[in-house]
């Protein structure tokens, strides 16, 4: 079974532009989250999608949005990128939404904001 | 928020010593997830703790679930420089998961 995969692996970006990021899931996985990972802040969610709708949030702004299709896979938008949104970027992908499930990470996108 | 601490931050070993980083939490937890990220790498789920004072092994991995199910910790017997990573704990709760800070340890040769 073909793991998590996400497009695309760096990207450079400057203030003020927006990006889109991209995950395919494990088949057969209905639940994708994201998550933004830096060296000061570690290991932050910032939404789950399932069954196409945004199950939870966590608390960044408005400018990070995202959004799931019918065949699982999701995309997440930052506008108005800022230097501090420089990060790596997970997406995670589980068979069902709920507690007991492990989360398969994908390789992540590293985002660096100019 | 729900809030998980971990201890320590960082550990460098000798090869062959034993390495130890511990969770807390001020609420009771449903359940605990450890992963491993390796430098360069992904976090890789390693296992999930349900039951108060479970405990569960994997070869050199030794993973409790305290009695009160508000800390947990993971211990790695002998270590090798395959150990070598950083080591997160994270509870699910409110629909969420949340992410200890995680210990990064290096293991000298």
């Known amino acids: 079974k073909a793991g998590v995969t996400q497009t695309p692996r760096y990207l450079i970006k400057t203030r003020g532009q927006q990006v889109t990021l991209s995950c395919s899931p494990i088949?057969?996985?209905?639940?994708v989250s994201w998550y933004q990972q830096t060296p000061g802040q570690g290991l932050q969610f910032l939404f789950e999608y399932f069954s196409e709708t945004q199950r939870n949030k966590g608390n960044f702004p408005g400018r990070f949005s995202g959004r799931q299709f019918s065949n699982s896979r999701s995309e997440m938008n930052v506008s108005t990128l800022e230097l501090g949104d420089s990060a790596l970027y997970l997406c995670?992908?589980?068979?069902?939404?709920?507690?007991?499930?492990?989360?398969?990470f994908g390789p992540g996108t590293r985002l660096t904001v100019l | 928020g729900q809030q998980v601490m971990q201890i320590p931050q960082y550990q460098h070993v000798q090869e062959g010593e034993d390495f130890t980083t511990y969770c807390n939490s001020s609420?009771?937890?449903?359940?605990i997830q450890w992963y491993k990220q390796r430098p360069g790498g992904h976090p890789v789920f390693l296992i999930q703790l349900v039951k108060s004072g479970e405990v569960k092994k994997q070869k050199r991995l030794t993973f409790q679930f305290g009695e009160a199910k508000k800390n947990s910790s993971l211990h790695i017997t002998a270590t090798q420089t395959t150990d070598v990573g950083t080591y997160f704990c994270a509870l699910y709760n409110f629909n969420k998961f949340y992410f200890g800070s995680g210990t990064k340890l290096n293991v000298k040769p």
């Open positions: 088949s057969g996985h209905r639940s």
């Open positions: 609420t009771t937890l449903s359940n």
């Open positions: 995670a992908s589980r068979q069902l939404a709920g507690e007991n499930n492990e989360q398969f």
